[in-house]
């Protein structure tokens, strides 16, 4: 996964984290967190908030 798969990690960040509430994760971990998935595999340096928003809003339309 990269991070332009945005509602793919959205998918697995709501498995990974079922009692979270997204609106609630500051971007510092969900960072972390995609870094964290198993099939995440791209450059870290290609994050920015941009993303990091979309990710957050596609993974609240998931819950």
């Known amino acids: 996964m ?3 798969d945005i509602n793919d ?3 697995e ?3 990974a984290h079922p ?3 997204p609106t609630r994760v500051n ?4 960072r972390d967190w995609v870094l964290a998935l ?3 595999n791209d450059d870290p340096a290609h ?3 941009k993303i990091l928003e979309a990710i957050q809003q596609a993974w ?3 819950s």
Do not use: N, Q
Not at 27 to 30: A, C, E, G, P, Q
């Open 13 to 15: 960040l709501a498995e």
């Open 2 to 4: 990269k991070w332009t």
């Open 38 to 40: 198993p099939d995440f």
């Open 19 to 21: 009692e979270t509430d």
């Open 9 to 11: 990690i959205a998918i």
């Open 47 to 49: 994050c920015g908030e």
């Open 27 to 30: 971007f510092v971990d969900l």
């Open 60 to 62: 609240m339309d998931e």
